[in-house]
């Protein structure tokens, strides 16, 4: 990547403090290097927090996102930033996630994204929560996201 590619970024190379909110956080994005390859990048997130919007307790997941750049990749400084800034951010797992997708949609306009969800338990209930812009496209490679179901002590 040249200097040119990355001199509109404002947090590569850098000391950055981690954002507040996910509201704050600024995602960036960088020219696809492959325009015109089908491939898949995958970000996995295994130790992702947020907060009960209810009883402000942690909230734990692992956070699977494949997606199928078109025009534009993420920048993946910014993206762990993001994701960080979720920390003490109050929503429920289902708002949580799929904003998430919804703000990397946003960003790039990907050929195709989803994202996997797989919350600890709450309540001695795990919940998981999956995202997708459509059918997988067939021309590419995508394995199994590779997290097992909860499975408690068994």
């Given amino acids: 990547m040249t200097e040119m590619e990355t001199s509109e970024l404002s947090q590569l190379g850098q000391m950055v403090e981690a954002p507040l909110s996910p509201q704050e956080a600024v995602l960036e994005k960088v020219a696809n290097p492959r325009v015109g390859d089908d491939y898949l990048i995958r970000f996995a997130c295994p130790e992702f927090t947020s907060v009960c919007p209810v009883t402000g307790q942690p909230d734990f997941a692992h956070l699977v996102i494949d997606y199928l750049p078109d025009e534009w990749i993420v920048e993946s400084k910014s993206l762990k930033l993001f994701l960080a800034a979720h920390r003490n951010h109050a929503a429920f797992h289902e708002d949580c996630t799929v904003a998430i ?3 990397l949609i946003e960003l790039l ?3 195709w994204l989803r994202i996997g969800g797989y919350w ?4 001695g209930i795990p919940i998981d929560v999956f995202y997708a812009t459509g059918e997988p496209p067939a021309s ?3 394995p199994d996201q590779g997290v097992a179901p909860y499975r408690g002590r068994g």
């Fill in 101 to 103: 997708a919804k703000r």
């Fill in 109 to 111: 306009a990907p050929k």
């Fill in 120 to 123: 600890y338990p709450r309540g």
């Fill in 140 to 142: 590419v490679w995508i």
